[in-house]
């Protein structure tokens, strides 16, 4: 998929304008979840999802979709990965915001 066709995407699913994400080589984020619903799309290198034990492994152009709160793992290829994602935050109670930083 290209930039444009995923912003369309983005756009139609009602989520916020995507960020980029750039991580080092090799890195293994280890059993995790996120609070937020994460659409995103690989612009360079590599990064594996594990997800129940089902491996995505993403490359340049290949999108990945994770639902909150589900427990996943990430990797990266040994050129590192940058992606640009977009985070929709959903069912939060009210007056409480939720926001993470990834560096």
């Known amino acids: 998929m290209n930039q444009n066709a995923f912003l369309e ?3 139609k699913q009602k989520f916020p304008a ?5 991580r080092e080589h090799s890195l293994f984020l280890d059993h995790h979840a ?3 619903e994460v ?12 997800i129940g034990g089902a ?3 993403c490359l340049a152009g290949d999108t990945f979709h994770l639902l909150p709160n589900q427990i996943h793992t990430e990797s990266t290829g040994t050129k590192g990965v940058k992606y640009l994602a977009s985070r929709k935050v959903t069912n939060l109670e009210e007056g409480v915001v939720v926001q993470e930083l990834e560096t």
């Open 55 to 57: 491996k995505k492994i």
């Open 34 to 36: 996120h609070q937020y």
């Open 39 to 50: 659409m995103a799309l690989v612009i360079e290198g590599q990064i594996d999802i594990n």
């Open 9 to 11: 995407l983005l756009e």
């Open 18 to 22: 995507p960020v980029v994400v750039v």
